[in-house]
C-alpha cells in the first residue's frame, strides 16, 4: 500500500513535464508562423496562450525560441550568408567594399546597432518591461491595427524597382531604425523592416530576404541573452519544453520562410494588411466584451 501512496507523487512531475512540452510545442508552432510573416510573433505569443488559459510567457521565454526561427534562417539562407561574409573578407583584403556582398554586410551590421542599443536601453532603464503597458492586449491591438495602415501605405506608394544587389549601407541604417520598433509587440520586426524596405522602393521578394538577413544578429542577441532567465522562467516549463517549443519553431520557420518568398514573387502584402486589421480588432472586440461582462 506505501508503495501505491507514493506513485501520484512519482507520476505528477511526469504530467506536469507533458504539459509544459505540449504548451512550448504550440508556442513553437504559432512563433514559426508568425516570425517571418508580417503579423508580429511576439503579439502572437502574447496573445494566443492568454486567450488560452495560459498567461503571457514573458519576454525571456519568447526571445529564446525565437532561436529555432534563426535556426531556420541560417540554413535556408546559409549560401547568401557565406556569400556574404566572403565578400566582406574580400573587401577587407582587397578594398573591393562596392561589391554588393560587402555591402550587404555593411548593411547588416549598421542595421543591427540601433534595435542593439534601444534593447540594451530597454534591460537597463525599463527593469518592469515584461509587466508594461506597451505588451497590454489594447496596446497589441491599436498597434497592430496602426502597423497594418502603414504597410498598406507603403505598398500604395512603394515603385517596386529596387533589387538585392542594389543595397547601400544606409538601406541597413534606415531598415535597422524601423527594426527597433518590433521591440514593442504588435509592431512586428519583419512587418516594420518589409514596411520601411518598400517604401524605400524595395521589390517585395528583395524586401523580404533583407528583413530575413537582417534579423538574425539581432534575434540571436536576444535569444541568447534571455537563455538563462528563461530555462529558470515558471512560463518555460524547464529545460526540455523549451528544446521542443524551439525545435517546433525551427521546422515551421523554414515552412513559412520558403512560402513567403514564393508568395511575394507574384503576390502583393495586401493579405497580410487586412489580416493585421482584422487581428487588432478582433482583440479590441474582446477586450470590450470582457469590460461589459
Known amino acids: 500500500m506505501a508503495l501505491f501512496a507514493v506513485l501520484p507523487d512519482l507520476t505528477s512531475p511526469i504530467i506536469g513535464i507533458w504539459e509544459a512540452c505540449f504548451r512550448s510545442l504550440i508556442l513553437g508552432v504559432v512563433q514559426g508562423l508568425t516570425e517571418f510573416l508580417p503579423i508580429s510573433s511576439t503579439a502572437h505569443l502574447k496573445v494566443v496562450p492568454v486567450l488560452l488559459g495560459w498567461g503571457d510567457p514573458g519576454v525571456a521565454v519568447t526571445a529564446v525560441i ?7 534562417v541560417l540554413g535556408y539562407f546559409r549560401a547568401d550568408l557565406a556569400e556574404v561574409l566572403r565578400g566582406v573578407a574580400r573587401a577587407f583584403r582587397y578594398g573591393q567594399w562596392s561589391d554588393p556582398s560587402a555591402r550587404m554586410g555593411v548593411a547588416i551590421a549598421l542595421g543591427t546597432v540601433p534595435i542593439v542599443l534601444a534593447g540594451l536601453a530597454l534591460k537597463l532603464w525599463v527593469p518592469g518591461y515584461d509587466n508594461s503597458p506597451l505588451r497590454s492586449m489594447g496596446s497589441i491591438a491599436v498597434v497592430s491595427i496602426v502597423m497594418a495602415l502603414l504597410l498598406a501605405w507603403a505598398e500604395w506608394v512603394g515603385s517596386r524597382r529596387r533589387q538585392l544587389d542594389d543595397v547601400q549601407p544606409r538601406d541597413g541604417l534606415w531598415v535597422g531604425l524601423a527594426q527597433t520598433l518590433a521591440l514593442v509587440p504588435g509592431v512586428s520586426r519583419s512587418g516594420s523592416t518589409l514596411t520601411a524596405a518598400l517604401f524605400d522602393s524595395w521589390q517585395r521578394p528583395a524586401a523580404a530576404r533583407f528583413s530575413f538577413l537582417l534579423g538574425i544578429p539581432a534575434i540571436t542577441l536576444a535569444g541568447l541573452v534571455s537563455l538563462k532567465e528563461a530555462f529558470s522562467a515558471p ?3 524547464g529545460v526540455v519544453p523549451m528544446l521542443v517549443g524551439i525545435a517546433a519553431a525551427a521546422v515551421v520557420s523554414w515552412v513559412a520562410i520558403a512560402w ?8 502583393s502584402t495586401w493579405v497580410f494588411v487586412i489580416y493585421r486589421l482584422l487581428f487588432g480588432v478582433a482583440i479590441l472586440i474582446w477586450l470590450g466584451a470582457r469590460v461589459n461582462g
Open 260 to 267: 513567403l518568398l514564393r508568395f511575394l514573387q507574384h503576390h
Open 235 to 237: 512560463s518555460g516549463g
Open 66 to 72: 525565437q532561436l529555432g526561427s534563426i535556426a531556420a
